[in-house]
């Protein structure tokens, strides 16, 4: 699907540009070859929509292969560290953010100390640098949200995020489209109004 995606609208919009300096210098036969090779690409198009409507877009089943293999399994699941514990942001802001390396260091300075990947965390955080995360979740730009509000209400992180503390490598599990949060909102009695996500 990625490759998909990545060669074959580029080949497509490629062909069109290539085609349109003809057009240009050569009036006389337009409509004719137009339609012949609009139908197509006007084809190809919808095809292309739908099918970035039902998986990019919906990005269900996401699941990045991350710099260090950080397990929520492990630290959610059998050691059952909160999810505040490394995600405050959550209860305060915008985003929920990823903890820094040095709320991991809190545990990694002693705790499996002679493993490669720690030891490969220990040297990021020793130099100043963040671990270069993959992102995996997100809306548009054009979306108002907050997790402050949602964790204010009580709702868990499991809702929209799935059994994060039974994943090894953290993927989406529910699709974070409008019909999702609209669902919700009227269940809740939350406002449904056009302008409440779209500003
Ligand atoms: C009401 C649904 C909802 C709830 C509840 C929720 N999230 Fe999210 N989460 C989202 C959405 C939507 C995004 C993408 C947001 C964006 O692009 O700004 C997201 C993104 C994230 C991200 C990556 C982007 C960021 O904000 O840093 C993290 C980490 C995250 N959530 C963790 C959590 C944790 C931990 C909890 C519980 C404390 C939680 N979420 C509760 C819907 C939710
Ligand atoms: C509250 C303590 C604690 C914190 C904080 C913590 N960890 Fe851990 N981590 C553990 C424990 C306990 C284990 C499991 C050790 C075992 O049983 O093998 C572990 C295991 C790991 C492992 C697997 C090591 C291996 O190869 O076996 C990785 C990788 C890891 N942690 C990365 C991180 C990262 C990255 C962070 C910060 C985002 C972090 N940890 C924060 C306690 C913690
Ligand atoms: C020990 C620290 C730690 C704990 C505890 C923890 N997380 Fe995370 N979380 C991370 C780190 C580090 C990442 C980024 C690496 C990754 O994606 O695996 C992350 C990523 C995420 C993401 C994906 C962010 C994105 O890019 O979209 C979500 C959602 C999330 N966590 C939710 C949770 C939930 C829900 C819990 C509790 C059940 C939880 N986390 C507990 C450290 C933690
Ligand atoms: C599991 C239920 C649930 C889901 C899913 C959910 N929300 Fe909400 N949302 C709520 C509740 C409850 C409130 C609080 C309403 C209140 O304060 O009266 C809220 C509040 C909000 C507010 C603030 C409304 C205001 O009046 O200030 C916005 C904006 C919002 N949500 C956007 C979103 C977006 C965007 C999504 C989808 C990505 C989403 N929500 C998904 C339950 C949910
Ligand atoms: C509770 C939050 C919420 C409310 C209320 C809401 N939207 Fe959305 N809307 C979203 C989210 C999240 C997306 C982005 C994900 C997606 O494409 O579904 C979105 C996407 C859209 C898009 C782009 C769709 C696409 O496929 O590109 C349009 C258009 C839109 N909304 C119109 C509306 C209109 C009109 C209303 C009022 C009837 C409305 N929205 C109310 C959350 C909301």
Known sequence: MTLFTILFPRGLFRAAADRRPIEE????????ATAKRTIPVVLALVVLGGWAFLDTFSNVGYAP?????????IHAGTNKIPCLYCHSN???????????????????????????????????????????WVRVHRVP????????????????????????QNMDVIRQSTSLKMGMCISCHRQEK?????????V
């Open 90 to 132: 959550a209860e305060r802001s915008r985003y929920a953010t990823v903890p820094p390396a040095a709320v991991c260091m809190n545990c990694h300075t002693v705790v499996r100390t002679e493993r490669p990947t720690i030891q490969q965390l220990t040297q990021l955080y020793q130099a100043g640098k963040s671990v270069p």
């Open 65 to 73: 292969t991350q710099p260090i293999p950080f397990s929520h399994l």
């Open 190 to 198: 939350a406002s449904v109004e056009c302008n409440t996500c779209h």
């Open 25 to 32: 210098v050569d009036p006389g036969n337009l409509s004719n």
């Open 141 to 164: 730009d054009y979306v108002y949200f907050s997790h402050q509000w949602h964790v204010a209400k009580g709702i868990e992180c499991q809702k929209c995020h799935g059994q994060v």
